[in-house]
C-alpha cells in the first residue's frame, strides 16, 4: 500500500517560483509512475504532469510546458514539481497520484488510471 504525502504550496507573486514534493511510504517501489493533477474552483481536476520510474519518461499538460518540471528522487522515494514563471491561472489544488501498474497508451492524463491520491497542497498566485 503507498501512502503520499504533498508539500511546498503556498502563496507566491506572478512570475515567481515553488517547489512541490510529494513523499511515498508504504510499498513505495511497487508504483509504476507518479503524477501531479490540479484542481482550481469551479474547475475539473486537470492532468499536470507524470513520471514513470523506469525509464524515466515524462509527460506534460501543454499549459505548463516549458515552465513546469517533474523529477524524482529514487532514495528518498520523493516527487517533485518546480513550478517556474507561476500565472494565476496556476491557482489551485495540486495533488499528487500513483499508479501500480501500466493502464494502456495514454495513461498519463487520465485520473481514472491512478490507485493513491494524497490530500493535495495549495498553491496560489496573485497579479
Known amino acids: 500500500q503507498v501512502q503520499l504525502v504533498e508539500s511546498g504550496g503556498g502563496l507566491v507573486q506572478a512570475g515567481g517560483s515553488l517547489r512541490l514534493s510529494c513523499a511515498a511510504s508504504?510499498?513505495?517501489?511497487?508504483?509504476?509512475?507518479m503524477g501531479w493533477f490540479r484542481q482550481a474552483p469551479v474547475k475539473e481536476r486537470e492532468f499536470v504532469a507524470a513520471?514513470?520510474?523506469?525509464?524515466?519518461?515524462?509527460y506534460y499538460a501543454d499549459s505548463v510546458k516549458g515552465r513546469f518540471t517533474i523529477s524524482g528522487d529514487n532514495v528518498k522515494n520523493t516527487v517533485y514539481l518546480q513550478m517556474n514563471s507561476l500565472e494565476p491561472d496556476d491557482t489551485a489544488v495540486y495533488y499528487c497520484?500513483?499508479?501500480?501498474?501500466?493502464?494502456?497508451?495514454?495513461?498519463?492524463?487520465?485520473?481514472?488510471?491512478?490507485?493513491?491520491w494524497g490530500q493535495g497542497t495549495q498553491v496560489t498566485v496573485s497579479s
Open positions: 497520484a500513483a499508479t501500480l501498474r501500466w493502464g494502456g497508451t495514454m495513461w498519463y492524463n487520465n485520473t481514472k488510471k491512478y490507485d493513491v
Open positions: 508504504g510499498r513505495a517501489f511497487s508504483n509504476y509512475a
Open positions: 513520471k514513470r520510474w523506469s525509464g524515466g519518461s515524462t
